[in-house]
């Protein structure tokens, strides 16, 4: 009986709420819980055995400089790490900004520039406090100049990717279109993070913890900026999307 009470009143406040903000706030506790975890991994030294693991074997046993797979994965992945390099993402930033100043959003369009460069802060922030080094294990294929853990690329185009399949989705009336959106976010991240062990310049766990933290970011600044559009602040969707709850 008090287990079916708990689960009626979990569907009340769920159909109370909008479907998104209920999967952002699990996100952001997710994203929170596994950036911790990791952090501890790394800091009591768990993590080394699983780290040298993985990232040998992206690796020719012996030639380590020679990552596995043809000439053409190996420029593939130096073009996917590059998704989560300041210049792409800049650019990205720039020019989604500038659509929704175009667009008349000049408030949209400020929220979305400061969660960027919020998660730009706290990505050097997090890299300061732990300075983990770089993997010294393996040759890296492209340079690097800041510390390991969290990776950035990961934490950065997990933030930006996200925050940009967010705003797709929610101009979006149909929910297979909401959910491609966001698909395509999370796929980009993914890559993004998974280049960077393959590339020899982070160990896994700090694009674990970049993905979880990137991830806990946007879900913030989603519930900053669905808090802020209720009170006014923060221009409303287009009618066609708000026309379709979550």
Same mark, same amino acid.
């Given at each position: 009986?008090m287990?079916?009470?708990?689960?009626?009143?979990?569907?009340?406040?769920?159909?109370?709420?909008?479907l998104?903000a209920?999967?952002?706030?699990?996100?952001?506790?997710?994203?929170?819980w596994?950036?911790?975890?990791?952090?501890?991994?790394v800091?009591?030294?768990?993590?080394?055995?699983?780290?040298?693991?993985?990232?040998?074997?992206?690796?020719?046993?012996?030639?380590?400089?020679d990552?596995?797979?043809?000439?053409?994965?190996?420029?593939?992945?130096?073009?996917?790490?590059?998704?989560g390099g300041?210049?792409?993402?800049?650019?990205?930033?720039?020019?989604?900004?500038?659509?929704?100043?175009?667009?008349?959003? *000049?408030?949209a !369009?400020? $929220?979305?520039l400061?969660? %960027? #460069?919020? @998660?730009? &802060? /706290?990505?050097?922030?997090l890299?300061d406090?732990?300075?983990?080094?770089?993997?010294?294990?393996?040759?890296?294929?492209?340079?690097?100049h800041?510390?390991?853990?969290?990776?950035?690329?990961?934490?950065?185009s997990?933030?930006?990717?996200l925050?940009?399949? *967010?705003l797709? !989705?929610? $101009?979006?009336?149909?929910? %297979? #279109?909401? @959910?491609? &959106? /966001?698909?395509?976010?999370?796929?980009?991240?993914?890559?993004?993070?998974?280049?960077?062990v393959?590339?020899?310049?982070?160990?896994?766990?700090?694009?674990?913890?970049?993905?979880?933290?990137?991830?806990?970011?946007?879900?913030?600044c989603?519930?900053?900026?669905?808090?802020?559009?209720?009170?006014g602040?923060?221009?409303?969707p287009?009618p066609? &999307?708000?026309?379709?709850?979550?």
């Amino acid at each position: 009986m008090m287990m079916g009470e708990l689960v009626r009143r979990a569907l009340r406040w769920v159909g109370a709420h909008e479907l998104g903000a209920v999967l952002s706030a699990l996100a952001l506790a997710l994203g929170v819980w596994v950036f911790a975890e990791a952090a501890d991994a790394v800091h009591e030294g768990d993590a080394q055995g699983v780290d040298r693991l993985l990232l040998l074997a992206l690796r020719n046993p012996h030639d380590l400089a020679d990552p596995v797979g043809p000439e053409w994965l190996e420029e593939m992945g130096r073009d996917i790490t590059a998704l989560g390099g300041f210049t792409v993402l800049t650019l990205l930033t720039t020019v989604l900004v500038g659509y929704l100043l175009l667009a008349r959003k *000049a408030r949209a !369009a400020l $929220l979305v520039l400061g969660s %960027v #460069l919020g @998660a730009v &802060a /706290l990505s050097y922030l997090l890299k300061d406090l732990f300075g983990r080094a770089r993997p010294a294990l393996v040759p890296h294929l492209v340079v690097v100049h800041s510390a390991s853990f969290p990776s950035g690329h990961a934490m950065l185009s997990a933030s930006v990717y996200l925050t940009l399949g *967010a705003l797709l !989705a929610r $101009l979006q009336a149909r929910l %297979v #279109l909401k @959910a491609y &959106a /966001l698909l395509c976010a999370l796929l980009l991240s993914f890559l993004v993070g998974v280049s960077r062990v393959y590339v020899g310049v982070h160990w896994p766990t700090d694009v674990l913890a970049g993905w979880a933290a990137g991830g806990a970011w946007a879900a913030l600044c989603w519930l900053v900026a669905r808090r802020l559009q209720r009170r006014g602040a923060v221009e409303p969707p287009a009618p066609e &999307a708000a026309a379709e709850p979550g």
